[in-house]
Structure formats: C-alpha cells, structure tokens
C-alpha cells in the first residue's frame, strides 16, 4: 500500500535566502536532502507534486524541478510512474568480495528475497559451454530472479550453472542464498572475475525494476571459479543504481 503524500513543513525552508548568492535551487534541495539524512523524510516516504510545493514555498516549478532532480541524482530520491517522487529505501553498498547478494543484504539488516522468473535446463549456449568447460550440446541451469530487499526490486541476476544444481527447488531459489545451496551441493567458490559497467535500461528491465524510461542501471558480469580453477557459475546481472552501489579498496603495488 502506498504512503499518503508528505507535506513538507515550511520552517523546513526557513533558512532559504532569496537575495543571496546561492541558487534557490540547491538551497532547497540541501534543505530537503538534511530532512531524509535526519530521518525526518523516512524511506518510502512521497513528496507533495512540484508545481504544489513550489506554490506554497512561493518558488517557481523550474526551481523545485531543478532542486528534486539533483536528489535523484544522488540516489536519495527516485521518480516513478504511477506512484511520484519517493525516498529511496536506503542505498546498499557492496563491497567486491566473493559473497552472493542475499548474505550481503542479511548482513546489513534488510530482509532478502527472490522472484524467480527463469528456471530451466537448457542447452549451455556457446559462451556459456566454452566458460563451463561442458563441452558442445550439454546441458546447463538457467536461472533469472529479481532480487528484493524489504520487498523492494533493485537487481536482475541471470545465471548459468553446471547441471548438477538442476534439482535447486524454485522455493530454495527464492528464499536462500545461491551460493549457500551451491556450497550444501559441494561447491568451493574460491575466486571470481568480473566486470562492473553501466548501460541503459531494456524495456523489461525497466517494467521488472519499476524504473522510468531511459534510466540507466549498473551491470555485473562475473565468472567464479572453485578451488580447482574450474568455473562453477556464470552471472549477468543488473542493479538499480539509486538503490545500490560498490565499495572498492584500491591498494598501491
């Protein structure tokens, strides 16, 4: 169910200053940004509509225009159709370690789950063959889920797995981690390789991920390896870029 609109308090704008040097603009969105980081815009929290806001604080609905889009930009605020302007449900930062996305979110607090949409045994396409080793016409696990947290959707993750994980039921997929099955099944993820990019959104993506027309998402593709050197998951996967984000150590050799 959605929230009922917020009606933005006016002394929240009380220290803009009109004839000052600082567009009115970033004035209001560094206003509105100090009440979502205080918690008093909690997430999921929708904003009265623009030309609304703009009339009671007696600024032009360019300005709030300008001040909403930089919050977007930041990732503190999302646009979408048919709901408006929310507050993002908090950003999850990853760091780039060998762990699924499921144990990330368990560990940061949020409540993990998955939509599976794909789940099939299909015959390993030709990269897939070549990055498994399996061999021309062999059989491999294709899966695509959403991933949610706190029932939130912010990444699509498309696997191919060796067909001995083709028994994983939809009900594991969807309520545990891949990697923690993988393992129960024998599996020793040692080390990945992967490549992070960014790309505009497809049209499903956009449906699948409740995105606007247009928007860009962050893209994954990782190939792990076991402790024999030999690849036990290939992954394509694509992320919400306000709702989540990467945390890299880089080290002087």
């Known amino acids: ?10 002394d929240l704008f009380v220290d803009v200053d009109r004839a000052g040097p600082v567009p009115l603009y970033f004035q209001v969105s560094s206003c509105i940004e100090q009440a ?6 909690p997430a999921g929290a929708r904003l009265e509509n623009e030309m609304v806001l703009g009339r009671r604080l007696g600024l032009s609905r360019p300005t709030i225009r300008h001040a909403i889009q930089e919050l ?45 949409l794909t789940q099939e045994l299909v015959t390993a396409p030709p990269h897939v063959a ?16 959403i991933r949610l947290a706190d029932g939130v959707p912010f990444a699509i993750l498309e696997n191919y797995l060796p067909e001995r994980f083709a028994a994983l039921s ?24 992967q490549n992070i990019g960014a790309r505009t959104a497809e049209p499903d993506e956009e449906r699948l991920l ?44």
Do not use: W
């Open 1 to 10: 169910m959605l929230q009922d609109h917020i009606v933005l308090p006016e």
């Open 36 to 41: 979502i980081l205080t918690g008093h815009l």
């Open 72 to 116: 977007v930009d930041k990732g503190l605020l999302v646009k979408s159709r048919g709901i408006g302007t929310q507050v993002v449900h908090g950003q999850l930062t990853r760091d780039v370690a060998l762990s699924s996305l499921f144990e990330d979110l368990s560990r940061i607090g949020k409540r993990p789950s998955s939509s599976v």
């Open 130 to 145: 070549e990055a498994l080793d399996t061999g021309p016409g062999a059989k491999v696990l294709h899966l695509r889920r």
């Open 170 to 193: 939809r009900g594991q997929l969807e309520q545990g981690s891949l990697y923690r099955l993988m393992r129960a099944r024998g599996a020793t993820m040692r080390v990945a390789k």
């Open 210 to 253: 409740e995105m606007p027309p247009g928007a860009p998402v962050l893209t994954v593709n990782r190939r792990v390896y076991d402790s024999l050197g030999k690849a036990v998951e290939i992954g394509r996967h694509c992320y919400r870029p306000d709702l989540y984000s990467f945390d890299i150590t880089l080290v002087d050799k």
